[in-house]
């Protein structure tokens, strides 16, 4: 039966992520479960698609990307791949309405990492996060809203500033690797080779606009997806503030983490927080 495989389909995307992401699988479990499935499936799509372009050295990641958009394309139009992830994909767009200029946009970023190393105007820079994370979370939005238009809109804006926030403070946790394996330097205007306490905190400030927006966004959320969504922006604060605490040569040397106890313990802040409906 069909139902059985999508069952096994949602199962795979979900283990992607577990496997992946530690960080976000918990965020994800604090959604409501009618939901769950639907963005393990997004996480799982878009995982693939970046692992493709940062991972897969030693064999022809422009192939193995275009190969994956076709056959994203073929399951869309027949209804089923047997690759689970894009099985499990193609019944999330078409459940939650989402359009296709956002799985365009994120597959247009994915492809600028094969050929773009260097973002050196702001424009170049907002449009590689668009498609690489505000395209992502609008995805999110979209199973959020359970596709409902109107509540779209008026969401999409913060759900944007969100996704920025996140792939930012992703680009200052993983200078070093960015930098010295990846040759990539996302930030325009700065010299990773000269980078600087100024330097840091000009990113730092910028992320912190990004979540001021956006927190005005999850307030507004459906009672589904706030907490989930609330979690993970609790984390991502976490995170933003060890790197604002880290001297700034620390950070291009280093990896900085939340270990699982602090994880756990934002976690217990969060849901206390919201049980008091303060968010």
């Given at each position: 039966m069909k139902s059985?495989?999508?069952?096994?389909?949602?199962?795979?995307?979900?283990?992607?992520?577990?496997?992946?992401?530690?960080?976000?699988?918990?965020?994800?479990?604090?959604?409501a479960p009618s939901i769950r499935e639907a963005i393990y499936s997004i996480y799982g799509f878009v995982r693939f698609a970046d692992e493709i372009v940062d991972s897969f050295q030693d064999y022809n990641k422009e192939y193995l990307i275009n190969d994956f958009e076709k056959e994203y394309y073929k399951a869309m139009e027949m209804g089923i791949s047997l690759n689970p992830?894009?099985?499990?994909?193609?019944?999330?767009?078409?459940?939650?309405?989402?359009?296709?200029?956002?799985?365009?946009?994120?597959?247009?970023?994915?492809?600028?990492?094969?050929?773009?190393?260097?973002?050196?105007?702001?424009?170049?820079?907002?449009?590689?996060?668009?498609?690489?994370?505000?395209?992502?979370?609008?995805?999110?939005?979209?199973?959020?809203?359970?596709?409902k238009d109107q509540k779209y809109e008026q969401l999409k804006g913060e759900a944007?500033?969100?996704?920025?926030a996140f792939q930012k403070?992703?680009?200052?946790?993983?200078?070093?690797?960015?930098?010295?394996?990846?040759?990539r330097n996302y930030f325009p205007g700065i010299n990773l080779n000269s980078f600087d306490e100024n330097a840091k905190n000009a990113i730092i400030n910028e992320i912190e606009e990004d979540f001021k927006i956006a927190y005005q966004g999850i307030v507004k959320l459906p009672i589904e997806a706030?907490?989930?969504?609330?979690?993970?922006?609790?984390?991502?604060?976490?995170?933003?503030?060890?790197?604002?605490?880290?001297?700034?040569?620390?950070?291009g040397n280093s990896r900085i983490r939340v270990s699982?106890?602090?994880?756990?313990?934002?976690?217990?802040?969060?849901?206390v927080t919201y049980k008091l409906k303060l968010v």
């Open positions: 059985l495989f999508d069952t096994v389909s949602y199962s795979c995307s979900k283990l992607v992520t577990k496997n992946y992401s530690t960080s976000f699988s918990l965020a994800v479990r604090m959604l992830i894009l099985n499990a994909f193609q019944h999330t767009v078409k459940q939650y309405n989402i359009t296709d200029d956002l799985i365009q946009a994120f597959l247009k970023s994915m492809k600028l990492d094969l050929v773009k190393s260097t973002y050196n105007t702001q424009t170049e820079y907002e449009d590689y996060i668009y498609g690489s994370a505000d395209a992502v979370g609008l995805m999110c939005l979209k199973v959020f809203v359970a596709g944007m500033r969100l996704g920025s403070v992703n680009f200052l946790r993983d200078l070093k690797e960015d930098n010295l394996i990846l040759n706030k907490f989930g969504v609330y979690t993970a922006f609790i984390y991502y604060k976490k995170l933003l503030q060890k790197l604002k605490n880290t001297p700034y040569y620390e950070i699982n106890y602090a994880k756990a313990g934002l976690l217990a802040q969060s849901f």
